[in-house]
Every structure is written in C-alpha cells, then in structure tokens.
C-alpha cells in the first residue's frame, strides 16, 4: 500500500522552528517530485514548496522563502521541511505530496498523486 506519513507538527510560539517530516512507504521516493501543501482554516490549500527527484531543483511560495527549507534524503525514502522564523499566519495543516510525472517542481496541486494525512502546525503565544 502506497503511503506518506508526515510527522513533526505541533505548537510553536512566533519566531520558533519545527522540523517537518514525510516518509514514504510502499514505494520509493526517488522517482517522485515531492511537495508540501498547507491549509489554513477557513482558507483553501496552498503550495509551500517543492523538491524535484534528485534535490538539484527546488521551489517556494513567496509567502515562506528565506525561511523555510525543503530537502531530501532518498537513502531513508524522506523529505523534510525545515520551518524557521515561524508566524501565526503559517498555522494550519501540513501535508506533503509525490508527484510522479512533474520533472523539476511544481506547486499546483493537481500533479501530485499521493498525499498524506496531514500534521498540524499552530504558531501562536
């Protein structure tokens, strides 16, 4: 069975960091694009960013760069988020992606294949 766990959410107070994570079982993540979506109550989803297969390419929202980073590591079939300088706006649900037909990145939601569950991120004091 194909799947994405994501983990590492929680409660953080503005300015603070988290680290997010998405392991995939099922299948390997080398061949996959690999996104991270968030969706804010009330709000409709929105891309945050996107790593491409082999991590030479990635993408940001304007929203978080210079903030967050994406990476990989294809070894342990994971990609993470590296969230820093956290503000209430980035509160909301996290989830990532795998898209198996986009070459380089993308952050529109309909090439993306698999999702996960989701983990919650709240930023506030």
């Known amino acids: 069975q194909l799947q994405l766990v994501e983990s590492g959410g929680g409660l953080v107070q503005p300015g603070g960091s988290l680290r997010l994570s998405c392991a995939a079982s099922?299948?390997?993540?080398?061949?996959?694009?690999i996104g991270w979506f968030r969706q804010a109550p009330g709000k409709e989803r929105e891309g945050v960013s996107c790593i491409s297969r082999r991590g030479g390419s990635t993408k940001y929202a304007d929203s978080v760069k210079g903030r967050f980073t994406i990476s990989r590591d294809n070894a342990k079939n994971t990609v993470y988020l590296q969230m820093n300088s956290l503000k209430p706006d980035d509160t909301g649900v996290y989830y990532c992606?795998?898209?198996?037909?986009?070459?380089?990145?993308?952050?529109?939601?309909?090439?993306?294949?698999?999702w996960g569950q989701g983990t919650q991120v709240t930023v506030s004091s």
């Open positions: 099922g299948f390997t993540l080398d061949y996959y694009a």
């Open positions: 992606a795998a898209a198996r037909r986009t070459v380089s990145t993308t952050l529109f939601s309909w090439e993306f294949d698999y």
